[in-house]
């Protein structure tokens, strides 16, 4: 969660991204549009002082579908610790995002903390572990978090070896208007019942990369997630995914594969991302009704940018697509996604 930008006192980004998205709802609505883009992102750290912060502004405007507009605001401040020791540190802090402007308003806090202990003298080996507590508030819901999570990095003959596992907690409230309300007199006033849920999910993961000289890194993941006990969720939120509420990650369980390749040609970086995954959906819904689902999913990203200036002041051109299919044995979770976009980029 903690973004540090070494050996930089200040670091100043603005990019701007013209695009076409061909299902803005991730369903079988299949809404399609172009959109313009904007960010904006300022970093603060110096290496003489434990005080370090990011904040960072970003939207996408839809031309014809006003009403899937998003505007988001991120914030962090963070405090970095030696202990004295080569390589051992902590770092601390607090992250925000307050959707401003989307059909999903929310507004979440995370404060957080982070160790790297290295194993060995040569710094090879490192053991991370980090803890969140997540709070979400959305119209009338809130969300608590409980996100501990351990890494291990190391390498075996020019191999890098990255081992984590996380777990996830979330207990959630709702208030929803009772049925009782609209009498008359003081009974005029709404009534509302507050809906609580607590829901459990984790995540391992064990990845493999391999550099071969400045030109090209390859790396490979295996991800499973798992449910530790049987969660209660309301399947018609499923069908939201935009929704930062959504609890879809609370209601599988299979492995997915990742497949990343970074090159780099002189100045020019391209990243590209293959993910394959299988979901195993053992959902019992909030009725105590069973629903079984099967999902295939894969996903591909191919990342570039081309730098025009490179001195002081570096700026460039930026292009990106994404390609999405989920195939589901329920048809209304089934869905295809093309992205295009391509932009300008300035760095001070």
């Not at 299949?30 to 750290?45: A, E, K, P, W």
């Not at 209601?251 to 100045?267: D, P, Q, R, W």
């Not at 989920?326 to 300008?344: D, H, I, P, Q």
Request: charged share 20%; net charge neutral; proline share 3%.
């Amino acid at each position: 969660m903690f973004v540090i930008i070494a050996l930089m006192l200040t670091y100043l980004s603005i990019g701007f991204q013209r695009g076409f998205d061909s299902n803005i709802l991730i369903d079988d609505s299949n809404l399609r549009d172009y959109y313009s883009g904007l960010n904006f992102l300022i970093t603060q750290y110096s290496m003489e002082k434990p005080w370090g912060y990011e904040l960072s502004a970003s939207g996408n405007f839809f031309d014809n579908y006003s009403d899937m507009n998003f505007l988001t605001f991120r914030g962090s401040l963070f405090y970095f610790k030696d202990f004295g020791k080569v390589g051992n540190y902590m770092e601390s802090g607090v992250d925000f995002a307050w959707d401003i402007f989307s059909p999903y308003r929310s507004f979440s806090v995370i404060p957080g903390i982070a160790f790297r202990i290295y194993l060995d003298e040569k710094r090879k080996s490192a053991l991370i572990p980090s803890w969140d507590l997540h709070f979400l508030f959305s119209d009338e819901s809130y969300n608590l978090e409980n996100l501990p999570r351990i890494r291990l990095n190391t390498g075996l003959w020019g191999i890098s070896l990255l081992l984590m596992a996380t777990l996830k907690w979330r207990y959630s409230a709702t208030y929803v208007q009772s049925p009782s309300a609209g009498m008359v007199g003081w009974s005029a006033r709404p009534n509302y019942t507050m809906i609580t849920e607590n829901l459990f999910a984790g995540n391992s993961s064990i990845r493999l990369g391999k550099k071969f000289g400045g030109l090209l890194d390859f790396y490979y993941q295996l991800d499973y997630h798992f449910l530790p006990t049987k969660n209660l969720v309301d399947v018609e939120n499923l069908k939201e995914k935009l929704d930062p509420l959504n609890k879809e990650e609370f209601a599988y369980t299979g492995f997915s594969h990742s497949f990343i390749v970074n090159l780099g040609i002189k100045e020019i970086s391209i990243n590209y991302n293959y993910t394959f995954g299988y979901k195993d959906y053992r959902i019992v819904d909030t009725v105590q009704s069973s629903l079984p689902r099967s999902d295939v999913a894969y996903f591909h990203s191919l990342v570039g940018t081309i730098p025009l200036v490179k001195k002081t002041l570096k700026a460039g051109v930026s292009c990106f697509f994404k390609y999405e299919v989920n195939n589901s044995n329920l048809v209304e979770f089934s869905y295809t996604r093309k992205e295009f976009g391509a932009g300008l980029y300035l760095e001070l």
